[in-house]
Structures are given as C-alpha cells and as structure tokens.
Nanobody, 115 residues
Framework: QVQLEESGGGLVQPGGSLRLSCAAS????????MGWYRQAPGKQRELVAF???????NYADSLRGRFTISRDNAKNTVYLQMNSLKPEDTAVYYC?????????WGQGTQVTVSS
C-alpha cells in the first residue's frame, strides 16, 4: 500500500508564490512517476506536472515557466514551486504517484489565489 501526504497549500495574493510538498510512504518501487494534478470548482482534474525517478519531466503547457517540479528520490518526496500565481490557479492540488501500472492519490491541498 502507498500513502501520500501533501502539505504547503494555502491562501496567497496574486503574484505570490507557494511551495507544495508530497511525501510518499509504503511500498514504493524504485522506478515511479510522481506529480501534481489540480481541480478547480466545476472543472475536470488536469495535469500540472510530473517527474520520473530518472528525471524525465513534463508540464502542462500553460504552466511551463511559472511552476517547477522537483523531487528527492531518497525521501520519496515531490515538490511543486509555484510562482507568479494567478487567481485562475485556484484549485485543489492533488499529489499523484504512478507505479506498476497503478495510480495513487493524495487527499489534496487547497490553493487559493486571491487579494
């Protein structure tokens, strides 16, 4: 079994920054993909970014340049640095781990961008 624990969400003003963290525990395979998705009210869940154990990275095109994903393989932890935040970035952000053809999800952390 795999558990994902997210932290770092909150309220931030437009133009501000936040850093999300997600620590995975349990039966973690040597090779996996960890990433972030988000879901705004009334919208479908969408990919933000992911990063594999070996460093392959992908971003949603609209977020490239403002968001940066990183990970610490030794700690099974993935981070999302979010800069120049906009009100439209308001959403619940979910951590995802994909391994052995299976998805695991965190409970989600709320990010609200508002003045």
């Amino acid at each position: 079994q795999v558990q994902l624990e997210e932290s770092g969400g909150g309220l931030v003003q437009p133009g501000g920054s936040l850093r999300l963290s997600c620590a995975a525990s349990g039966s973690i395979f040597k090779f996996n993909t960890m990433g972030w998705y988000r879901q705004a009210p009334g919208k479908q869940r969408e990919l933000v970014a992911f990063k594999t154990t070996y460093g392959t990275t992908n971003y949603a095109d609209s977020l490239r340049g403002r968001f940066t994903i990183s990970r610490d393989n030794a700690k099974n932890t993935v981070y999302l640095q979010m800069n120049s935040l906009k009100p439209e970035d308001t959403a619940v952000y979910y951590c995802n781990l994909f391994q052995n053809n299976r998805d695991y999800w965190g409970q989600g952390t709320q990010v609200t961008v508002s003045s």
